[in-house]
């Protein structure tokens, strides 16, 4: 199964931008690029999605450069109830074990 | 609430029983997946459907556990024999072969082994 690698945990501040990038080094032509948000007892919720450059949504911008070997999910503004565990996965035809995830702090 | 249900969302069960789970997928979407997840970790792939064809299965998905999705709408997973490893919390999402294939997730069933 395909493998995602992302940081462990992240601390950041309220209103500040946050940044997480994903590494994905066998990402297949035909697969996209998903980043879900999962708080404690709860299932992941969908963020955003991506193939190639720059996707933006309502809540989150997702950067993905030209050999889409990583991609980057930025959070604009983060508040305190940004705090959970986001994930990076890439999907297609098949469906993929997920990473650790990375555990986002953020503090008053 | 037109998302992925599931229930019960909490099963607490004696080691050497039986349970069943039941996922709901959106209506629309005729791709079903079971997940596993325990504390501190990433979901982990168990199984997925097209419609009603079980079309792949992980290696964690011992003989124990069977899940069938009778008529390509819901799904049931069904642990015989529980053990307390299988105590973890059981996710299903759903999708539909579109674009990316984003897959919504539901709630999830924690399970409790004693």
């Known amino acids: 199964l395909a493998k995602t690698t992302q940081p462990i945990s992240m601390d950041s501040y309220e209103g500040q931008e946050v940044n997480i990038t994903c590494s994905h080094n066998n990402i297949a032509t035909n697969d996209y690029i998903t980043w879900y948000q999962q708080f404690p007892s709860q299932g992941p919720r969908f963020i955003i999605q991506?193939?190639?450059t720059k996707v933006t949504n309502e809540v989150a911008s997702l950067f993905i450069p030209a050999d889409r070997k990583s991609s980057t999910l930025s959070l604009p503004r983060v508040s305190l109830s940004d705090t959970a565990v986001y994930y990076c996965f890439y999907t297609g035809r098949r469906a993929l074990t997920f990473g650790s995830g990375t555990r986002l702090q953020v503090q008053p | 609430d037109t998302g992925v249900s599931q229930d019960p969302r909490h099963k607490i069960t004696k080691r050497g029983q039986n349970v069943t789970f039941r996922c709901d997928p959106i209506?629309?979407?005729?791709?079903l997946y079971w997940y596993r997840q325990t504390l501190g970790q990433g979901p982990e792939f168990l199984t997925y459907f097209q419609n009603e064809a079980q079309l792949e299965k992980s290696r964690l998905l011992s003989d124990r556990f069977s899940a069938e999705r009778p008529k390509g709408s819901f799904s049931t997973l069904e642990i015989q024999r529980t053990e307390q490893g299988d105590s973890a919390m059981y996710l299903c999402?759903?999708?539909?072969?579109?674009?990316?294939?984003?897959?919504?997730f539901g709630p999830g069933t924690r399970l409790l082994v004693l």
């Open positions: 209506s629309e979407h005729n791709r």
């Open positions: 991506g193939y190639k």
């Open positions: 999402a759903s999708s539909t072969r579109t674009g990316g294939e984003t897959q919504y």
